[in-house]
């Protein structure tokens, strides 16, 4: 959830459940200036414009082809040049708004893509890309009429198309010219290892996404595709790994580069000093609730870490129990939404299922996924939770996200009143391209998500309520202990003991989490705590306002009437906008 890429010019998500609502003038105007930049993205990124509905790019593929780089910088160059002229010719204030929000998302893909061509040595996850490339075209929720474009997207990565070469000869070729540049820093050794570990799950994934349709003909192409996907592999034991780098920490102006991708407009000494604050406080709460957990369940310890564990071990959930129970925990939290007007519920129902192997392997942590935004025919999000294996003697591995005091807060998060409404709303109160999509972030995003827990966790029973506090205490801990191992003031080792002894996370998850912070998104996981510190200034602002005329309701269904706004644009609207009509 991100700025714009180096390769296309954002990774990009969203999604519409049903039909938008009658968009305004400024809306009309807004998004034929956004039209430009899905143009370009269309021409760099199609399977990204794709999964938005960008129309006829289904069997389209990334361009990997000599040039890429310089190709890419031209062009976004260009369209920024564009949309400035375009910005000294419009008057409309909310126009002017959004048009700022495209520039400043290709100046910061401009500069990120510079720092990491000029610093980096390319590196490639090609399995994954292909895995998601395919992924993209079958989905249940995708026509039917679309399944055969996956064939002629294969069959291109593959090299078997006229004008085509095999992406993975692609890849190799814009690394190898890339060897002789002296002083790029290479990819990190854990991550190109975990990405070989898991390349077998990718290529038989394909094969599973491809079986599970009635499509014909797609063996042999499938064949050739997965000898060229290990034959990379080799390539990349061969030549990327005796380049990897043995430190995971990224040179200090791609951190900060990244941090501000993110939507994170904090040094990352200030993010230390704010979420170790934060963190001690959460703490105190959660010492203080435990004993009050303790009594009310018969456990001998008051010590909030031992209760935790004691919940995890008496509210296991089974593979095959996982879906039902959190369907039902998502009607008993919207219950408490419309008994306590927390925020305006859609009428439809939120969908919740069970990742894939492969999709587990790429995305261990349970997350929203969201239909494309263009053209949306009635597809939904889906709230997905990893999947579980069972062992010989029938009993199933447990994580922190399959016991019953942990579900209340993942769906309180990743569905209802968290992602899936706010995404929904994105389409539903008819916003502009530009906010429903490129003014994305993980700071408006996620923040939102942990305000969502917040709001939601006084009226949860004891249990949820002290997991709630638990997973706000990692968020506090994900803005203090990124930055920390970025700098050097702390080794993966010992913020894996903080993880799982004092926050009392398990070792798969804490693992999960070093990873995040070190290699897989560094700054991305900073981005929750910020976020949602954020909202609660505003929300306290605002109260202070408008004071007895204040309603929650009506803030939160305008918080998400806006869009994926950033924090200081979200405020300046409440200000003008929501604070004077709550006024009459």
């Not at 002894?501 to 700054?523: C, F, H, K, L």
Request: glycine share 8%; charged share 25%.
């Amino acid at each position: 959830m991100h700025k714009l890429s180096t390769t296309g010019l954002i990774a990009l998500m969203a999604l519409t459940l049903s039909a938008p609502a009658p968009a305004a003038d400024w809306v009309e105007k807004s998004n034929e200036h956004a039209q430009v930049v899905l143009d370009v993205l269309a021409k760099l990124s199609p399977e990204g414009a794709g999964q938005l509905g960008v129309d006829g790019l289904d069997e389209a593929i990334s361009d990997l082809g000599p040039g890429t780089h310089e190709r890419s910088q031209e062009m976004s160059r260009e369209l920024l040049n564009e949309l400035q002229g375009r910005l000294r010719q419009e008057s409309n204030s909310k126009v002017r708004q959004d048009l700022g929000i495209l520039i400043q998302a290709i100046e910061d893909s401009i500069r990120s893509a510079d720092l990491n061509h000029d610093q980096m040595l390319p590196y490639f996850n090609v399995n994954q890309t292909v895995f998601f490339g395919i992924r993209g075209i079958i989905d249940p929720q995708n026509s039917r009429d679309r399944y055969p474009a996956a064939i002629a997207r294969l069959e291109k990565y593959a090299g078997i198309r006229d004008g085509y070469e095999p992406f993975t000869e692609q890849a190799k070729a814009r690394t190898r010219e890339r060897f002789g540049v002296e002083g790029l820093v290479g990819p990190y050794r854990g991550e190109v290892e975990q990405d070989l570990e898991r390349a077998d799950t990718m290529i038989n994934g394909i094969q599973e996404l491809l079986a599970g349709t009635d499509l014909q003909g797609w063996e042999e192409s499938y064949e050739v595709l997965a000898t060229q996907m290990r034959d990379y592999g080799d390539f990349v034991r061969a030549e990327i790994l005796p380049r990897a780098r043995q430190d995971f920490r990224l040179p200090a102006d791609l951190y900060a580069d990244a941090l501000r991708n993110w939507g994170v407009d904090a040094s990352p000494e200030e993010l230390i000093e704010q979420a170790t604050k934060g963190y001690m406080d959460i703490r105190g709460e959660m010492e203080a609730l435990a004993p009050l957990i303790a009594a009310e369940k018969g456990y001998k310890t008051s010590d909030y870490r031992e209760v935790i564990a004691l919940l995890k071990r008496d509210g296991s959930i089974d593979g095959d129990k996982l879906l039902d129970h959190y369907n039902a925990v998502l009607r008993d939290i919207e219950e408490i939404i419309v008994r306590e007007k927390l925020i305006s519920l859609p009428e439809r129902d939120a969908g919740i299922r069970i990742a894939s192997a492969a999709e587990t392997a790429a995305q261990p942590a349970p997350h929203l996924q969201p239909p494309r935004l263009i053209g949306n025919t009635g597809e939904y999000p889906f709230f997905v939770i990893p999947l579980l294996t069972q062992n010989e003697d029938g009993s199933w591995e447990q994580t922190d996200d399959t016991y019953e005091a942990g579900a209340w807060t993942l769906t309180a998060h990743e569905a209802r009143p968290g992602h899936e409404m706010q995404f929904s709303s994105i389409v539903e109160s008819g916003v502009s391209i530009t906010r429903a999509v490129f003014a994305f972030n993980s700071v408006n995003v996620e923040g939102w998500g942990l305000y969502a827990e917040a709001i939601v966790r006084p009226y949860l029973p004891l249990e949820g309520q002290m997991i709630s506090l638990q997973y706000r205490l990692m968020r506090a801990g994900r803005m203090f202990l990124d930055p920390m191992l970025n700098l050097g003031l702390i080794t993966p080792e010992e913020a894996k003991s903080l993880i799982m002894n004092d926050m009392a996370i398990g070792e798969s998850w804490a693992q999960n989490e070093v990873e995040r912070y070190t290699y897989r998104m560094p700054g991305q996981a900073t981005a929750y705590y910020y976020g949602y510190s954020k909202m609660q200034a505003l929300r306290a602002q605002t109260e202070l306002k408008l004071r007895e005329h204040f309603n929650q309701q009506a803030f939160h269904d305008f918080i998400l009437d806006q869009g994926m706004l950033p924090p200081h644009i979200l405020k300046e609207a409440v200000m003008t906008e929501f604070v004077p009509s709550q006024m009459n």
